[in-house]
């Protein structure tokens, strides 16, 4: 069974910085493109960045110059670099691996991110 499973969620003041990481198990993670989601209370779930196979990126025009994603395919582990947090990152953030031509999609169970005073 596909497993995704988030860590580094917190409670932070704003402009904290923190680091979420998703460890994926039984799928070959080099051949997926990872990405972190997040929704908000009462929101749609939203992308926050991607990162294809090839190190390709995307970001969410709300969090380009503050979040960094990156991967280590060894560790079969994605991460999410947050910086200058602001109140409005207040969300769950969701881990997913998505292999466009397979047509499979995997979700990790969320984590939650605070920012507060």
């Known amino acids: 069974q596909v497993q995704l499973v988030e860590s580094g969620g917190g409670l932070v003041q704003p402009g904290a910085s923190l680091r979420l990481s998703c460890a994926a198990s039984?799928?070959?993670?080099?051949?997926?493109?990872m990405g972190w989601y997040r929704q908000a209370t009462g929101k749609q779930r939203e992308l926050v960045a991607t990162i294809t196979s090839g190190r390709t990126t995307n970001y969410a025009e709300s969090v380009k110059g503050r979040f960094t994603i990156s991967r280590d395919n060894a560790k079969n582990t994605v991460y999410l670099q947050m910086n200058s947090l602001k109140f409005e990152d207040t969300a769950v953030y969701y881990c997913?691996?998505?292999?466009?031509?397979?047509?499979?999609?995997?979700w990790g169970q969320g984590t939650q991110v605070t920012v507060s005073s």
């Open positions: 997913n691996a998505k292999h466009s031509a397979l047509s499979i999609n995997y």
């Open positions: 039984r799928i070959i993670f080099s051949a997926y493109t």
